[in-house]
């Protein structure tokens, strides 16, 4: 079957944002007392905020620690931090070959879709003038199962009347290569081999797609 469909995740594969929840999940263990070493920032990447504090909390022995809504506290504080940082984000933070690969796929008449785990997707689209490339746009204010669960990815191919298996998803994280495999979908891993399985290609960024392969490559 034909590709119709290019979906996108955002932090990592489209702009560079991946640092700044870092960097916001750093300062919050610091303050919590333990430090939060790069390494381990892979386990955030793709899940949701309250997923991603256990995850936190995990690493520096204080899991259990806190009530529901002290979690939430955290979580907010966190936040707080990354629209900080997000509020000043510059089009100079697209990642390489972003914007013409949007282009490009709909040039080939496929239709183009936003698939992020993210409540921040809106302001970020915004800051970056990116929304009005895409056909569809799914983010964590619409769904309800973070990744690995293919809700997302689905919704995406459900608003524009798509069948899962013509979608291509472009993911740096590997709770979205899976959430992708799991809802039916091709995938194209952003990222190193040695990090990330399960793909049906890999590319360093999306600067080293080229469309129209990809398109006669994934029949
Ligand atoms: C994903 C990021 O895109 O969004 C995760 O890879 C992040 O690191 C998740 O936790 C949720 O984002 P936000 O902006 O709603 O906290
Ligand atoms: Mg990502």
Same mark, same amino acid.
């Given at each position: 079957?034909?590709?119709?469909?290019?979906?996108?995740?955002?932090?990592?594969?489209?702009?560079?944002?991946?640092?700044?929840?870092?960097?916001?999940?750093?300062?919050?263990?610091? #303050? $919590? !007392?333990?430090?939060?070493? %790069?390494?381990?920032?892979? =386990?955030?990447? *793709? +899940?949701?905020?309250? /997923?991603?504090?256990?995850?936190?909390?995990?690493?520096?022995?204080?899991?259990?620690?806190?009530?529901?809504?002290?979690?939430?506290?955290?979580?907010?504080?966190?936040?707080?931090?990354?629209?900080?940082?997000?509020?000043?984000?510059?089009?100079?933070?697209?990642?390489?070959?972003?914007?013409?690969?949007?282009?490009?796929?709909? #040039? $080939? !008449?496929?239709?183009?879709? %936003?698939?992020?785990?993210? =409540?921040?997707? *809106? +302001?970020?689209?915004? /800051?970056?003038?990116?929304?009005?490339?895409?056909?569809?746009?799914?983010?964590?204010?619409?769904?309800?199962?973070?990744?690995?669960?293919?809700?997302?990815?689905?919704?995406?191919?459900?608003?524009?009347?798509?069948?899962?298996?013509?979608?291509?998803?472009?993911?740096?994280?590997?709770?979205?290569?899976?959430?992708?495999?799991?809802?039916?979908?091709?995938?194209?891993?952003?990222?190193?081999?040695?990090?990330?399985? *399960?793909?049906?290609?890999?590319?360093?960024?999306?600067?080293?797609?080229?469309?129209?392969?990809?398109?006669?490559?994934?029949?």
């Amino acid at each position: 079957m034909m590709l119709r469909v290019a979906i996108f995740d955002l932090d990592g594969v489209l702009v560079d944002t991946a640092k700044y929840h870092y960097l916001a999940w750093k300062q919050l263990a610091s #303050e $919590l !007392g333990f430090d939060f070493p %790069l390494a381990e920032n892979e =386990k955030l990447k *793709g +899940v949701s905020r309250m /997923r991603s504090l256990e995850i936190l909390l995990r690493t520096g022995r204080m899991e259990g620690r806190f009530t529901a809504s002290e979690m939430a506290g955290l979580a907010d504080r966190k936040n707080e931090r990354y629209v900080e940082y997000i509020k000043k984000l510059g089009k100079d933070e697209i990642l390489p070959g972003a914007r013409d690969c949007l282009l490009r796929f709909r #040039e $080939l !008449g496929l239709k183009t879709a %936003l698939g992020s785990a993210s =409540k921040n997707a *809106g +302001v970020i689209l915004d /800051r970056l003038e990116l929304g009005s490339l895409f056909d569809s746009i799914v983010d964590g204010t619409r769904t309800s199962r973070a990744k690995p669960d293919p809700e997302v990815f689905l919704l995406a191919a459900r608003d524009l009347g798509a069948d899962p298996a013509v979608c291509v998803v472009f993911e740096d994280a590997q709770a979205g290569l899976d959430a992708a495999k799991a809802g039916g979908m091709r995938t194209v891993a952003v990222g190193q081999p040695g990090d990330l399985t *399960g793909y049906d290609a890999i590319v360093d960024g999306l600067h080293e797609v080229d469309p129209e392969d990809l398109v006669r490559r994934f029949v």
